[in-house]
T-cell receptor
Framework: DGGITQSPKYLFRKEGQNVTLSCEQNLNHDAMYWYRQDPGQGLRLIYY???????QKGDIAEGYSVSREKKESFPLTVTSAQKNPTAFYLC?????????????FGPGTRLLVL | QQPVQSPQAVILREGEDAVINCSSSKALYSVHWYRQKHGEAPVFLMI?????EQKGHEKISASFNEKKQQSSLYLTASQLSYSGTYFCGTEDYKNAGGTSYGKLTFGQGTILTVHP
């Protein structure tokens, strides 16, 4: 079955630690996105990638980094510079990066700070 | 600037109808609607495009008033499974001089609760 997988489901971060969230898709989609969701809030865009080896900052990129070395993979690193990382992180993909395309979401990773 | 959804919350009995609205201060290319159950990923419901085209589930209906920069989602004969938080996502003309990147800005959500 085609879809998006995210791992781990829960992730704990210690102070000063960088952590990486995995996102993999087998839909052959060009575009991938990372969103952050805080309790009772909507989704906010962190980074997006239109194509392999290319990505752009979204609305809240500070304290995060990404890479897009393969079409199917778009990992997100939460760095120690992100002072309030506790949130639900959602990865999404779409066939092509345009307003006409549906974005499909992965199951999410919940990040907690120890 | 994120779109504004109204109402913030709705409580229904099974079989009742509801309308959820999404308004933007900017001209829009499209409006995307999603439903999210607690702790789960958002699930796609519908896209409404400038010019009138719609893509989505047959049992869901929605409208897109381009002039007013508003969209409404119509939930009729509600079922228990309709419960969840509904989000609209929009992309406006401002993005990179008219080039679309699928860069959605989401509203704050409308919580829908359906009781037996």
């Amino acid at each position: 079955d085609g879809g998006i997988t995210q791992s781990p489901k829960y992730l704990f971060r210690k102070e000063g630690q960088n952590v990486t969230l995995s996102c993999e898709q087998n839909l052959n989609h060009d575009a991938m996105y990372w969103y952050r969701q805080d309790p009772g809030q909507g989704l906010r865009l962190i980074y997006y990638s239109q194509i392999v080896n290319d990505f752009q900052k979204g609305d809240i990129a500070e304290g995060y980094s990404v890479s897009r070395e393969k079409k199917e993979s778009f990992p997100l690193t939460v760095t120690s510079a992100q002072k309030n990382p506790t949130a639900f992180y959602l990865c999404a993909s779409s066939r092509v990066p345009t307003y006409q395309e549906t974005q499909y979401f992965g199951p999410g990773t919940r990040l907690l700070v120890l | 600037q994120q779109p504004v959804q109204s109402p913030q919350a709705v409580i229904l009995r099974e079989g009742e109808d509801a309308v959820i609205n999404c308004s933007s201060s900017k001209a829009l290319y499209s409006v995307h609607w999603y439903r999210q159950k607690h702790g789960e990923a958002p699930v796609f419901l519908m896209i409404l495009l400038k010019g009138g085209e719609q893509k989505g589930h047959e049992k869901i209906s929605a409208s897109f008033n381009e002039k007013k920069q508003q969209s409404s989602l119509y939930l009729t004969a509600s079922q228990l499974s309709y419960s969840g938080t509904y989000f609209c996502g929009t992309e406006d003309y401002k993005n990179a001089g008219g080039t679309s990147y699928g860069k959605l800005t989401f509203g704050q959500g409308t919580i829908l609760t359906v009781h037996p």
